[in-house]
């Protein structure tokens, strides 16, 4: 654990805190999934797989806010590890990602790990501040999709 003396000062620049927090907030989720051998990144694909499935690549796209080229590399070693399937639909352009049966018992595995990690993020953030921090990150995802034309006229 870091000392207070050891910890950065926050930099002048908002976007280089936000990236170190959130590669400090992605360690910590994937120490809390190390045993399962998931990433938080994956975990989430194959959450929201479990969630909202069977989709289609671009629907899970929107879903987790990733252009398609990323979610695709992303699925590829989930695919291999034989987590997901990647199953043709009634669309032949289509095709339907589901979990597979080895997919849903690493997630049942999972699932505690996460959810621990969860529980460490509302004890030492404090629910408060976690709810600030969503409104914040909606507000933030907002003004990124604002044209830049009229980004100008809110700075």
Known sequence: MATKNSLQKPSVCVCMNVRRASRAITRIYDQALEPSGLKVTQFSLLANIDAHGPLNISALARLVTLDRTTLVRNLRPLESA??????????????????????????????????????????????????????????????????????GRHE
Do not use: C, F, Y
């Open 82 to 151: 034989g987590l997901i399937v990647n199953a043709p639909s009634s669309d032949p352009r289509e095709r339907q990602l589901s979990l597979a049966d080895k997919g849903l018992l690493v997630m049942g595995q999972a699932r505690p790990q996460w959810k621990d990690a969860q529980r460490k993020m509302r004890q030492t953030v404090g629910m408060e501040n976690l709810q600030v921090l969503d409104h914040l990150t909606t507000l933030l995802e907002g003004l990124a999709n604002i044209p830049a034309q009229e980004r």
